[in-house]
DNA sequence: GTTGTCTGCCC
DNA sequence: ATTCTGC
DNA sequence: GCAGAATGGGCAGACAAC
């Protein structure tokens, strides 16, 4: 058994909440207790703001130019310019690699209004394939590439660029207009089995010998091997954007039937490659080393290259490297580092690809683009993310010098609240799905906890399942079973607490570029906490790094029910711009801290095939504990995470030997979980995890916590191998249930006996 | 009407 | 979600 | 340090199958 003993003592250790009021961030300086245990009265009657908002928003009108970085001039190393003239000897002006590319060039191949073959596409994905990992510069010519493509759909059929965009996203619309492909592997090998005469197992045999890496080379084999009298006309790219927008929208009976012909209808009007990234668009997994961040970096590029031509203004020009009106180096470059973060920006602030590529198609440039693609209530803005951080030293060492905050990190869904007006709220998701309909309840209480001068405002919070009559956060668990649509008020089951932690904008006045603590302090304002309902996430700032305050600090928090700590600057580097670095916050949690996080040892039972990168070898493995009781292995996991590339080569080479046809008959597995191998009891492997929760299909302590079902773990990880251990030693499963009962979120409240 | 499978989306 | 890797 | 690509548990909802 590892060591975990800690972390039992700290979860056991819980603190009782005492009922500290909150006082506004201006006055304090170190409040670590609040929200939960505000006033019961009504919020309306004590809405009385002495400070209002309207005085204390900014005075100065926000910057809509950016100013102009400090630009240096790079050429020929790591600016992008790096990209636009290096490499060009000796290639054709006329390929896309080329960083001389002039879409002119291609005019005879690519009519000026006539559609853009499909195959335009598939060939520029092939080569951006083909660079990848090829070493240095690769990943450079990969943006040329994508680049040129869009400069040459920009001089030939400019409306393709945004359906090339989302085939490149495999998406066909923003995130937050619902638009789900709906498809699956599952239908996909369906398709593929009826179209080409296969059957399902030599899909699966194709797969696990390595002979095609994913389902998209097994379309293409499967199409490459098919004789073909009529070919059908080829694909074009608007063609492809409208046939995945056509299977996104089928919905109701036979949907799943209409949605298999039309995979079907496309994977026989393809041509060469192209059936390959047909697969992967439909399973979103492109895996060519493209996402938008590379995206949006080529679509800077390009914009700056070329510009595109104006209704009643000035005719395009394809290379503005060219011509009379040519611009050197030293002009260029600058724009295009101005432009990227233009870009970028405008996507984080406006994460609408229609929009940005209009926007762009208009004209407007490094300096213009932000004044039309603003952040504005109503259309999600991307959220700052926090990176995982190793330990309380390494929190210290990122933050030393500066002024930070600590906050407790509540383990919910995250919540982006836009007020419209005070009678129009939405709410949106961490990924910018629309969680409107989902809280009804949370909409209420927001409107009735708005300070009177608030017209709109973006409010980033946690939303939290809530015990209202215990007053103690429930687990994320008992969150995820609230119905998702047509939601009454009348008849929510789960109810929430809604913890806010931040704020983007309010009464029109975007504050994504002020320091948090302005915008805590504004929020402090905006908002009247009500118990239980609406509060603000318990924080602690600091002005000096204490390494023993954080861990109390931590300690805190997990007795609270909360995860860790969110660690974040308070005035230098802190304002609200994922653009900048989408990881700008660190998270401290306690499963990250040696010592302090449940480590269990598990017995590896089965694997499962590897894809992709991890075709080749296994690229999870089915992980079980010993319950001596039972005499039996009982599943908790499997583990996908946490090996490094030789880990994978190791274990497989290792499994390869003690592969079994079977289950063992102490094997204790559902069906679902049905590996690909079988595999001996013979290794034990001490992995980590961030909690345990009750399992539908795991079997470990089975009975125990629920009835029918078993204890399973969140968020696993392979740590290494422990040869001092038999697979009997592994942990046994009266430990798996004294960890589970430890949780601090489930201690000490109703759920923690057969609530499930 | 019930059950099972698949998908997408939370983490 | 976590983690590893190439650049 | 970023960007990308592997992979996890588990839920509701939509359909299909029974």
Not at 268 to 277: I, L, M, P, Q, T
Request: proline share 5%; aromatic share 6%; hydrophobic share 40%.
């Amino acid at each position: 058994m590892a060591p975990r003993k800690g972390s039992l003592e700290a979860a056991f250790a819980r603190k009782e909440k005492g009922d500290t009021l909150t006082t506004p961030p201006s006055k304090q300086s170190q409040v670590a207790t609040n929200g939960a245990d505000g006033t019961p009265e009504a919020p309306a009657k004590r809405r009385r703001l002495e400070k209002g908002v309207a005085q204390t928003t900014p005075t100065k009108p926000e910057k809509v130019l950016e100013k102009v970085p400090e630009v240096t001039l790079h050429s020929g190393e790591t600016g992008p310019w790096s990209l636009w003239h290096g490499g060009s000897a000796g290639k054709d002006a006329k390929e896309l690699q080329c960083p001389a590319f002039d879409p002119k060039l291609r005019e005879a191949e690519f009519p000026v209004g006539k559609p853009v073959s499909f195959s335009l596409l598939s060939g520029a994905l092939l080569e951006i394939e083909e660079l990848k990992g090829s070493g240095k510069g690769s990943r450079k010519t990969m943006t040329v590439i994508l680049s040129n493509l869009f400069r040459l759909l920009m001089h030939v059929q400019p409306q393709d660029i945004i359906a090339a965009v989302y085939i490149l996203i495999n998406k066909v619309a923003p995130d937050y207009e619902a638009a789900e492909l709906g498809v699956g592997d599952s239908i996909i090998i369906k398709a593929l089995c009826e179209n080409f005469g296969r059957s399902e197992a030599t899909i699966k045999h194709s797969l696990a010998s390595g002979e095609a890496k994913d389902l998209g080379e097994v379309a293409l084999q499967s199409r490459m091997s098919q004789k073909m009298l009529m070919m059908p006309p080829k694909l074009t790219i608007a063609k492809v954007f409208s046939e995945m927008k056509a299977i996104a929208h089928s919905a109701g009976k036979e949907s799943q039937k209409a949605k298999k012909e039309k995979i079907q209808k496309l994977l026989v009007a393809s041509r060469g490659e192209e059936a390959k990234f047909i697969v992967r668009m439909l399973q979103a997994k492109l895996r060519i080393g493209i996402q938008i961040p590379t995206l949006l970096q080529a679509l800077a590029y390009a914009f700056t290259l070329t510009k595109p031509g104006q209704p009643s203004g000035p005719a395009a020009v394809t290379d503005r490297r060219k011509g009379q009106a040519k611009l050197s180096a030293a002009e260029l470059e600058p724009q295009m580092i101005v432009m990227e973060a233009a870009v970028r920006q405008a996507f984080s602030e406006l994460p609408n690809f229609d929009k940005l590529i209009g926007a762009l198609m208009e004209g407007r440039d490094g300096s213009s683009l932000l004044e039309v693609c603003r952040i504005s209530v109503g259309v999600p803005v991307k959220p700052m993310l926090a990176k995982p951080s190793k330990g309380i030293a390494e929190v210290g060492e990122r933050l030393a010098g500066k002024r930070f905050t600590g906050e407790w990190k509540y383990d919910g869904e995250r919540a982006q609240i836009h007020v419209l007006s005070r009678d129009v709220i939405q709410i949106y998701s961490r990924n910018s799905e629309n969680m409107t309909e989902k809280y009804p309840d949370v909409i209420e209480v927001v409107k009735q906890s708005l300070a009177e001068d608030v017209h709109s405002c973006i409010i980033d919070s946690e939303l939290v399942a809530f015990d209202q009559v215990n007053k103690k956060i429930l687990p994320f668990q008992v969150l995820t079973t609230r119905g998702r649509k047509n939601i009454t008020v009348e008849d929510i089951k789960v109810n929430v607490c809604l913890f806010a932690f931040d704020c983007m904008l309010i009464n029109g006045q975007p504050l994504v570029k002020e320091p948090l603590e302005v915008r805590r302090d504004k929020l402090w304002k905006i908002l009247w906490p009500s118990e239980g309902k609406v509060t603000f996430a318990v924080y602690r700032n600091f002005s000096d790094i204490n390494e023993e305050e954080i861990q109390a600090f931590l300690d805190e928090s997990i007795a609270g029910s909360c995860e860790g700590l969110m660690l974040k600057t308070l005035t230098e580097n802190a304002t609200y711009e994922p653009s900048k670095r989408s990881l700008n916050w660190l998270k401290l949690k306690k499963d990250y801290l040696e010592g302090m996080a449940d480590s269990i040892d598990v017995v590896p039972i089965g694997a499962y095939y590897g894809k992709g990168k991890r075709s080749g070898a296994y690229g999870a493995y089915l992980l079980a504990i010993y319950d001596q009781e039972n005499e039996e292995f009982q599943t908790v996991c499997k583990a996908g995470t946490g090996f490094s590339d030789e880990d994978l080569v190791t274990h497989y080479g290792f499994f390869k030997t003690h592969q079994r046809p079977c289950a063992e008959t102490n094997y204790n597995v559902n069906d679902k979980l049905k590996p690909d191998v079988w595999l001996e009891p013979c290794q034990v492997w001490e992995i980590r995890a961030a909690d345990l929760s009750i399992s539908p299909v795991h079997t470990s302590a089975f009975g125990v916590k629920a009835d029918g079902k078993g204890i399973g773990l969140r968020f696993p990880r392979f740590l290494r191998i422990r040869d001092d251990k038999t697979p009997e030693e592994s942990t046994g499963a009266e430990q798996i249930v004294e960890m589970f009962e430890a949780q601090a979120s489930v201690s000490g409240t109703a759920a923690a006996d057969d609530d499930f």
